[in-house]
Nanobody, 123 residues
Framework: QVQLVESGGGFVQPGGSLRLSCAASGNIFSISVMGWYRQAPGKERELVARIIGGGLTDYADFVKGRFTISRDNAKNTVYLQMNSLKPEDTAVYYC?????????????????WGQGTQVTVSS
């Protein structure tokens, strides 16, 4: 199977920056989409940004121009650079990917989640 481990969350003042990282490990054959979601208290989990292997990206409107997603395919790692953070960005941020594991039959894609990392934006 595939494991996702996030890092880089923390506490930051409004206007500040944080960089999240998520490394995938395990019996990986291939990873197609990697992305970040977030869930604030009392709200549903929502897409923040995602990136496919070729580098095509997709962002939620509320982060366009502030957040940048990138990916290191050699390291099976995805990053989220978050700038100009706002209090409403406070949430648990989850890494997500679609991957084919060597443990599964060829071409079978599963969706995986990380355990989440807390981001708190407050003065």
């Amino acid at each position: 199977q595939v494991q996702l481990v996030e890092s880089g969350g923390g506490f930051v003042q409004p206007g500040g920056s944080l960089r999240l990282s998520c490394a995938a490990s395990g019996n990986i054959f291939s990873i197609s989409v990697m992305g970040w979601y977030r869930q604030a208290p009392g709200k549903e989990r929502e897409l923040v940004a995602r990136i496919i292997g070729g580098g095509l990206t997709d962002y939620a409107d509320f982060v366009k121009g502030r957040f940048t997603i990138s990916r290191d395919n050699a390291k099976n790692t995805v990053y989220l650079q978050m700038n100009s953070l706002k209090p409403e960005d406070t949430a648990v941020y989850y890494c997500n990917c679609d991957a084919v594991s060597l443990s599964d039959r060829p071409g079978y894609t599963r969706n995986y989640w990380g355990q989440g990392t807390q981001v708190t934006v407050s003065s």
